[in-house]
């Protein structure tokens, strides 16, 4: 019975025992808690647009707030507060001051580096007196490589103090703005096209600076895709000098070009050959053209009607025959090459002079004795005076010059005659196509 007390006892003292045990381990497990304990982070903003031109960009506060007054555990600490690759702080600028509570003691000025804010405190008590807070303020942070973003993270991997190890203490966003302007092509004399900006990265709306290679020009708050107008009076190459975003970010590299290229002037002179024509007779127009081009659209009038010739050459000749005078002038010319069009270079308006032709007419038969005489009339309803006039006896032909309408000849044959026309030209040079009209002289024989 003795040894069944004696079993019965050490079995409850071993129960005791783990029940101890359990307490101290919760005990345990709670002290370590309270040194890990989740505190409250306000990350910092302002870093979500941050130049590649290498300037410092300037961040918000990072405030680190007990939950509650029991969150900073009693000791002495190092808190890290880093950046990711390729960004770095600005080593003159930032402090870390107690914001609120009295139980922190910051033993060292914070020391940061390009790449840490470091600071190195004493909490007195990890209960009593108002919650504590951390202020980090006044840090700027740039670009140093090729990153594009990341996070600004609480480092202590060692004790993890508050339980800040990891915890996100502000985004960091690389925004890397690029210009691209093109355009390249080629316009006529006089006219204009668009340059095109292609703007990447940043952020919106856009300041430009491009130039023509003598000049700058500005153009503010445009956005990708916007177009200019320009219209250069020779070949101009165009390019980007600065592109800035809305949050002062500069392209450091402006790329691209646009080169407007200004085609030959159209030009055209025409004349005429010959400038004056007798009625039916033909005239050469003459079309002298230049502009960069092989063949052309010419559009030429008589001052009534207009008339297209459609890929002509430079030296091209179009035989007319007008019926009237008339004045002759160009009216457009179309490079076909280039498709340039001028409606005011143009040059030339020969007169074409288109002359009736003489109508004339023989007459004056009569009956005249052996050696006696008669007169021939000439008579002329159109044509310019004097004519020169070629008639004839049937045999043989003579000449009349210089006469004008009504003149007459005077003719004695020997025998009975009978005369014809045979040409009429008035005095310019044109010729009746059907001269009119005959006469007979009969001749009486002598009375012996």
């Known amino acids: 019975m003795k040894s069944l007390n004696v079993i019965f006892n050490n079995n409850r003292n071993k129960t005791q025992n783990s029940f101890l045990q359990l307490f101290l381990y919760v005990v345990l497990f709670l002290s370590t808690?309270?040194?890990?304990?989740?505190?409250?982070?306000?990350?910092?903003?302002?870093g979500t647009n941050i130049c590649g031109d290498g300037s410092f960009i300037p961040l918000s506060n990072i405030i680190v707030?007990?939950?509650?007054?029991?969150?900073?555990?009693?000791?002495?600490?190092?808190?890290?507060?880093?950046?990711?690759?390729?960004?770095?702080?600005?080593?003159?600028?930032?402090?870390?001051?107690?914001?609120?509570?009295?139980?922190?003691?910051?033993?060292?000025?914070?020391?940061?580096?390009?790449?840490?804010?470091?600071?190195?405190?004493?909490?007195?008590?990890?209960?009593?007196?108002?919650?504590?807070?951390?202020?980090?303020?006044?840090?700027?942070?740039?670009?140093?490589?090729?990153?594009?973003?990341?996070?600004?993270?609480?480092?202590?991997?060692?004790?993890?103090?508050?339980?800040?190890?990891?915890?996100?203490?502000?985004?960091?966003n690389?925004?890397?703005?690029?210009?691209?302007?093109?355009?390249?092509?080629?316009?006529?004399?006089?006219?204009?096209?668009?340059?095109?900006?292609?703007?990447?990265?940043?952020?919106?709306?856009?300041?430009?600076?491009?130039?023509?290679?003598?000049?700058?020009?500005?153009?503010?708050?445009?956005?990708d895709g916007s177009t200019v107008s320009v219209s250069p009076s020779t070949t101009t190459t165009y390019s980007l000098v600065s592109v800035t975003d809305d949050a002062g970010c500069i392209d450091q590299d402006p790329?691209?070009?646009?080169?407007?290229?200004?085609?030959?002037?159209?030009?055209?002179?025409?004349?005429?050959?010959?400038?004056a024509i007798c009625a039916g007779e033909s005239v050469d127009l003459s079309f002298t053209l230049s502009g960069s081009s092989t063949t052309y659209d010419v559009t030429y009038t008589d001052g009534t009607t207009p008339v297209t010739l459609t890929g002509i050459s430079n030296g091209h000749v179009e035989t007319i025959t007008p019926t009237a005078t008339a004045t002759y002038s160009l009216t457009s010319i179309t490079a076909n090459a280039s498709g340039c069009t001028t409606t005011s270079n143009l040059s030339g308006t020969p007169t074409v002079t288109v002359n009736p032709l003489p109508d004339g007419s023989l007459s004056g038969g009569a009956t005249v004795c052996v050696g006696g005489s008669t007169n021939l009339t000439f008579n002329f309803t159109a044509g310019t005076a004097p004519f020169d006039v070629v008639y004839t006896d049937g045999t043989t032909n003579f000449t009349a010059n210089n006469i004008t309408d009504g003149a007459t000849v005077s003719v004695s044959p020997s025998t009975t005659t009978t005369y014809t026309l045979v040409s009429v030209t008035d005095d310019n040079g044109c010729s009746d196509p059907t001269p009119t009209g005959s006469a007979t002289v009969t001749v009486s024989p002598q009375v012996s």
């Open 65 to 172: 707030t007990e939950t509650t007054n029991s969150d900073f555990s009693a000791g002495t600490y190092d808190i890290d507060l880093v950046l990711p690759a390729g960004f770095e702080f600005n080593t003159a600028t930032g402090t870390i001051t107690v914001s609120n509570g009295n139980k922190i003691t910051i033993n060292t000025a914070a020391y940061i580096t390009t790449s840490t804010a470091r600071i190195n405190i004493t909490v007195s008590s990890a209960t009593g007196g108002p919650a504590d807070e951390l202020t980090y303020s006044g840090l700027e942070v740039r670009l140093t490589g090729a990153a594009t973003s990341g996070n600004i993270t609480f480092s202590d991997p060692g004790t993890n103090v508050f339980g800040l190890n990891g915890t996100n203490a502000g985004n960091l």
């Open 174 to 223: 690389f925004k890397n703005v690029e210009g691209i302007i093109s355009g390249t092509t080629s316009i006529c004399p006089g006219t204009s096209t668009l340059l095109t900006f292609n703007l990447t990265g940043g952020a919106a709306p856009y300041d430009v600076v491009y130039s023509d290679g003598t000049t700058n020009y500005t153009v503010n708050n445009i956005t």
């Open 33 to 46: 808690f309270s040194v890990f304990s989740q505190v409250t982070v306000t990350p910092a903003t302002g």
């Open 255 to 275: 790329a691209g070009s646009a080169t407007i290229t200004i085609e030959s002037p159209v030009s055209g002179l025409l004349s005429a050959e010959p400038s």
